[in-house]
């Protein structure tokens, strides 16, 4: 998959009247090489969400079913893994077929989570169904 992108010139972004979080807690998700961390912008507060793993790189936060997802390049082991926002209940989403996944993000609204290979040199994509709504047949 490739994409290409054109920048416009001369175009002007809208002004952007409210920056401000509206909600009480305001979370980042990030990576050193061995753990996911998160902190609390507002009370300053730092939390690890999975430690104690191979080579993390790319993190990603999906607000919906309120999970975080890294890509973990471990050699001859490389997986996309996710867990709890808050930790516990780690999965791994893809294990196989990957040869250096790095940057990854969330799109909520088509419920995919899209990555970069920078051997295989592609973007792939997983989908990300909601639990709650399947039902069984």
């Known amino acids: ?14 002004a952007m009247n409210n920056t401000q979080a509206t909600s009480p807690d305001t979370l980042l998700y990030f990576s ?5 961390r998160g902190v609390n912008l507002t009370s300053q507060k730092y939390f690890s969400v999975a430690k104690g793993l191979p080579h993390v790189i790319g993190v990603g936060y999906d607000s919906i079913e309120r999970r975080v997802y890294w890509s973990d390049v471990m050699a001859g082991q ?19 077929g990957l040869d250096m996944p790095e940057d990854l993000v969330v799109d909520e609204v088509g419920r995919n989570l ?5 051997i295989a040199k592609c973007i792939g994509v ?10 069984a047949p």
């Open 78 to 96: 490389e997986s996309i893994l996710s867990s709890k926002a808050k930790g516990g209940d780690i999965r791994r989403l893809v294990n196989t």
């Open 32 to 36: 050193t090489k061995t753990e996911v």
């Open 126 to 135: 997983c989908f990300l169904m909601v639990r709650d709504s399947i039902s």
């Open 114 to 118: 899209y990555f970069t290979d920078s």
């Open 1 to 14: 998959l490739y994409l290409f992108c054109q920048e416009e010139q001369n175009e002007e972004l809208p």
